[in-house]
């Protein structure tokens, strides 16, 4: 995963010497990795199968380790592909011509441009003016902040990073950083508040645009922005609190570390200091609001949301109409884009190989039919299977691109209809939180160098369960209702 570009609080840079004999460990890790699963996959299965399967694990244990930028791994899978032979040049540079990558790079753009003005800092001094008088109303106060942002901001790196500086700005004007467990509160609060932002609105999360598309691309089945939103806003709507709760009960703080009146004054200097809502302000909310509603009434119009989305973008840089510049808004991270465009080429090219067919044959055993048959059971195997095939591969966009095409494969060889199944992995694929690798939320708030790795793992398995059990609480409840389960 790309790291933060965060300076590291206390920590010393690493030696060159130490850096190369990283990289090169890596590197050797991943052509072992990679040659000992083609030699161990069986003969009887095409070579394009075995050789797709053997770039992918090796693509992951590269992005993984990142012994290289994530975009230069992205190319050099793109190019083992074809050099190999494995797939069609249409097939391996596919995912590039995917909509869903035009729609990160216009939220990339949308983010940029949101970030020219002072939304973001507004409606954070105005909500901390009104909660941050105490711990609880700081920490409901960040977590809130992060999924209003999910709205219009669509990368959960680019939400954190946002927001993290105002964290930080509290943790020092309340002259508490060596205070442990109000630290911790706030930072895993960021975290997890991150993690769980891209839940229920389809634009915020690039696993939640991969899922999609993969759906569409295997299955040739659409979710639309309304349906994700109906699909996974209860599980949303319930972590929101369920966080709340877990990392107040688990950082009980002193009476004296629990009020503090100065900072919600500061806050309010902070917000009065901004003024009133400034011409370039109203003219990106006008626009973020309309581009917002078009992504949830697109079965009406028909449009993709990155259509709409590049509607916004236009908006937001037209002269007189907008508010920005063109040149600031296409300083995006093409990393990203490179990254996304190879997941999905990799997940075409893997049903283009045979590979998914083969993995569904590796990983089926007999005694999974019949739990794949009763949907409840298959919920609650998918979910549980996606948290520990996250804790392996430590990202969550190759997650979903490998995690998918095993869980299809494992469907056709039982006769399952795969689409919930395929909803429920890409969704608990977003919510990493026990590794800091897991998520970028996680890493970024990680290399403050003010919360160690060793921080998320109690709370990190807490919150893993309490994920578990209220994806299964939903679809017991009201993925029946409304006849999803």
């Known amino acids: 995963m790309k790291k933060s570009t965060m300076p590291l609080i206390g920590q010393k840079e690493m030696p060159t010497a130490r850096i190369e004999g990283k990289r090169l460990f890596s590197f050797c890790v991943t052509l072992l990795a990679a040659w000992g699963i083609f030699s161990l996959l069986p003969d009887s299965f095409p070579w394009t199968a075995r050789m797709m399967t053997s770039i992918v694990v090796g693509g992951v244990i590269l992005w993984a380790l990142e012994p290289v930028p994530l975009g230069l791994t992205s190319i050099l899978i793109i190019v ?3 050099l190999f032979d494995v797939v069609p040049m249409d097939v391996a540079f596919s995912g590039f011509s995917s909509p869903a990558v035009f729609l990160i790079i216009a939220g990339m753009m949308l983010a940029q441009a949101v970030n020219q003005t002072n939304l973001v800092k507004r409606g954070a001094y105005y909500i901390l003016s009104k909660w941050g008088g ?50 911790k509160l706030i930072l895993l609060g960021m975290a997890f508040g991150g993690n769980i932002s891209g839940t229920a609105i389809m634009t915020a999360a690039i696993g939640n645009i991969l899922t999609v598309e993969l759906v569409n691309r295997y299955l040739g089945m659409k979710i639309s922005y309304f349906e994700w939103l109906l699909y996974a806003f209860p599980i ?16 009980p703080l002193e009476p004296s570390a629990q009020s503090f009146p100065q900072l919600k004054r500061e806050m309010e200097n902070k917000l009065q200091a901004l003024g009133k809502l400034q011409k370039t302000e109203k003219k990106c909310l006008f626009i973020i609001v309309a581009t917002v509603l078009l992504w949830m009434t697109e079965p009406l119009h028909g449009l993709h949301p990155s259509v709409t989305a590049f509607v916004g973008v236009a908006l937001m840089a037209f002269p007189v109409i907008g508010f920005t510049t063109w040149e600031h808004v296409v300083k995006i991270n093409f990393n990203t884009v490179l990254l996304l465009g190879t997941t999905l080429s990799m997940g075409y090219a893997l049903n283009e190989s045979g590979a998914t067919d083969l993995l569904g044959e590796i990983f089926s055993a007999s005694w999974i039919g019949p739990i794949l048959q009763n949907p409840l059971y298959a919920v609650i195997f998918v979910v549980v299977v996606a948290q520990i095939f996250h804790l392996a591969i430590s990202n969550v966009s190759t997650s979903v691109v490998t995690l998918l095409p095993i869980v299809i494969g494992l469907s056709r060889k039982f006769g399952v209809d795969p689409f919930l199944l395929c909803f429920v992995a890409g969704l608990t694929s977003l919510h990493g939180y026990i590794l800091v690798v897991e998520t970028m939320p996680n890493l970024i708030v990680h290399s403050t160098g003010l919360i160690e790795q060793k921080d998320f793992i109690r709370p990190g398995i807490y919150m893993t369960l309490l ?10 409840t009201w993925w029946r209702w409304i006849g999803l389960l």
């Open 236 to 251: 949303w709507i319930l972590l929101i609190p369920a966080t709340w709760f877990l990392l107040v009960k688990m950082y």
């Open 134 to 183: 105490t711990s609880k109303g700081i920490l409901a106060g960040l977590l809130l902040i992060n999924q209003i942002q999910a709205f219009f901001i669509p990368a959960t790196a680019v939400r954190t990073t946002l927001t993290l500086p105002i964290a930080l700005m509290l943790l020092e004007l309340l002259k508490m950083q060596e205070n442990h467990n109000l630290r």
């Open 80 to 82: 083992t592909m074809l």
């Open 467 to 476: 994920t578990m059990f209220v994806t299964v609480f939903v679809a017991l």
